[in-house]
């Protein structure tokens, strides 16, 4: 049995933080320096790499780290999670979304239904209507065939996906791979859905309604707006329509679609990309051949997470080194910055993932804990970012540890040389450059020119943005944060604090207010 303990009572944690900090700028300047680049690297799926030479630890930090893990039971707890044990304690849920891109341990039987043949059935089930669209069995009232899929759903029911489409899609285009385009409507802000309305060819458009549970007032709202759209344009919404939701929640007794799909509560809506939230719209937009190797690429990076030795697993050492900076060095946010245009909406699906999921104050037995938890999480595609915000992360009085993503090769090719290097070059060269750069500073007699380094990062290498790498990155995330929430000792599957809000904006629709509240809904003319 595993052992719930909080991070302030392992001794392993006790000693690392009466430990000498690594030096940064010691540790990265001249051969020791090239040396850790070399060395200080973990293979991942997909063909990517996680190099974290400019962090700052060293061997020492990091056998303690090594110990901390042991202790912590990080590998006893994931054994835990995926053969099903009720995780997510809040909720008093299994957490199998792991289980969606393939089998890591013993048969789930839950509710009496082995929830591997339930994932893979949703898949197949998917897979068939996705052909058939494709090949034209399934058409417009017209009998012409689909050409745009627009996803209506929000949070865990949008970004993911939204994410992963923006991610393939030049690399589905150059391959010849994208079957069709995909859009997404998600804000409740009527321009969200009219901007998108505008720009769409109704007649020839599926509407993928995603929610899990099925009362989420954005989504239902939007889904009449598009419906709404549709009947004023003399279009059947039924003909136009598919649900993907859980089996218990109202849509799912809807006839009102052409197909429900199904996922189910054990799945946390920020981790629904690799369920049929993501399946449907990735499948339709890429084809299932395409989905089956990001799948693989994120199971791949599942099994990797197995791995006892956090030197030899990725999404456990990038766990353990957040930790450090969290509660030892006292680093409030983390910055992911993917040199990869593609990779824009990346740090806006993290960001939900990783706040959502350990933005707590209480453990896993809603007792308050005494430590800090998750960082904020925040970021833009490279070079943006640089002519950005980088001067705060460069000399700002706050350290922002930094997770760099970049690739060797561009998804599209499309490159030009412009005195002696391509844009792919520079890309590439800018991320090297700032690296270091944080990493060992630049000294200057004047103050306003001085660097002083000592800024940690680490970089996921891969050759290319593909299917596979994406599911990896995806995987690599989820289980980073899976295994910060077990050494937190915190509950990373619910999620009590975004409830309020949706509670108070009820009460001010039914003019049910009165103080601050009465006052803002009158400002803003409710
Ligand atoms: O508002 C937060 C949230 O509960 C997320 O956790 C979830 O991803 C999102 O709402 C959407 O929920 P649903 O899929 O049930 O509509």
């Known amino acids: 049995m595993v052992n719930w303990q909080n991070l302030d009572k392992l001794a392993s944690f006790k000693e690392l933080a009466v430990t000498k900090p690594a ?15 070399r060395e200080y690297s973990v293979k991942m799926a997909g063909g990517l790499v996680y190099n974290y030479a400019a962090k700052a630890v060293n061997d020492e930090i990091l056998g303690i780290l090594g110990k901390l893990a042991e202790e912590a039971q990080l590998t006893e707890k994931y054994e835990e999670l995926y053969n099903g044990a009720v995780i997510n304690t809040g909720e008093k849920r299994l957490v199998l979304h792991q289980l969606c891109r393939g089998q890591l341990g013993k048969d789930v039987i839950a509710d009496g239904v082995n929830k591997s043949e339930f994932y893979n059935d949703q898949l197949k089930k998917i897979n068939e209507f996705v052909e058939k669209v494709h090949n034209g069995e399934i058409v417009n009232e017209k009998g012409e065939k689909f050409t745009t899929a627009v996803q209506i759903g929000i949070g865990g029911s949008d970004l993911g996906p939204r994410a992963i489409y923006i991610a393939l899609e030049n690399w589905a285009r150059k391959n010849g791979k ?39 007032l954005e989504t239902l709202t939007n889904e009449m707006f598009v419906k709404n759209a549709l009947e004023k344009a003399g279009l059947d919404p039924s003909k136009h329509f598919v649900a993907v939701t859980s089996e218990t929640s109202p849509l799912a007794k809807n006839e009102g679609y052409m197909a429900a799909f199904f996922m189910d509560d054990y799945i946390g809506g920020r981790y629904s990309s690799t369920s049929a939230v993501g399946g449907c719209i990735l499948s339709l937009a890429f084809g299932p051949e395409v989905f089956a190797c990001f799948l693989k690429g994120a199971h791949e990076m599942d099994k990797m997470a197995k791995e006892k030795d956090p030197l030899r697993n990725a999404s456990m050492l990038d766990a353990l080194i957040g930790v450090y900076e969290r509660n030892v060095l006292g680093y409030e946010s983390t910055a992911v910055l993917p040199y990869a245009q593609a990779l824009a909406r990346f740090p806006a699906h993290l960001q939900q993932l990783d706040m959502e999921s350990n933005g707590k104050s209480v453990n896993r037995f809603g007792e308050a804990v005494d430590y800090v938890t998750g960082p904020v999480i ?34 599209l090719e499309t490159d030009i040389e412009i005195e002696g290097s391509t844009s792919q070059a520079k890309l590439c060269a800018n991320v090297a450059a700032q690296i270091v750069g944080f990493a060992c500073g630049k000294a200057d007699e004047n103050p306003n020119k001085r660097f002083d380094g000592g800024r940690p990062s680490s970089i996921i290498v891969g050759d290319e943005l593909t299917p596979a790498a994406v599911g990896a990155l995806l995987a690599h995330f989820e289980n980073k944060v899976m295994f910060q929430g077990f050494l937190w000792n915190v509950n990373s599957f619910d999620q009590e604090g975004v409830q309020l809000g949706k509670v108070l904006a009820k009460r001010v629709l039914a003019h049910d207010t009165d103080g601050a509240l009465k006052e803002y809904s009158d400002l803003l003319n409710i």
Do not use: W
């Open 378 to 411: 925040f970021g833009e595609p490279g070079t943006n970012g640089q002519h950005s915000f980088y001067q705060l992360l460069h000399q700002g009085k706050t350290v922002i540890p930094m997770q760099f993503i970049g690739f060797r090769k561009s998804q």
């Open 178 to 216: 994208l079957k069709m385009e995909a859009k997404f409507i998600s804000n409740v802000d009527p321009d969200d859905a009219a901007a998108v309305l505008n720009a769409t060819d109704l007649e020839h458009a599926i509407f993928v309604l995603v929610s899990k549970s099925g009362v989420t």
């Open 23 to 37: 030096c940064l700028v010691k540790e990265m300047t001249g051969e020791n320096g090239a040396k850790r680049v």
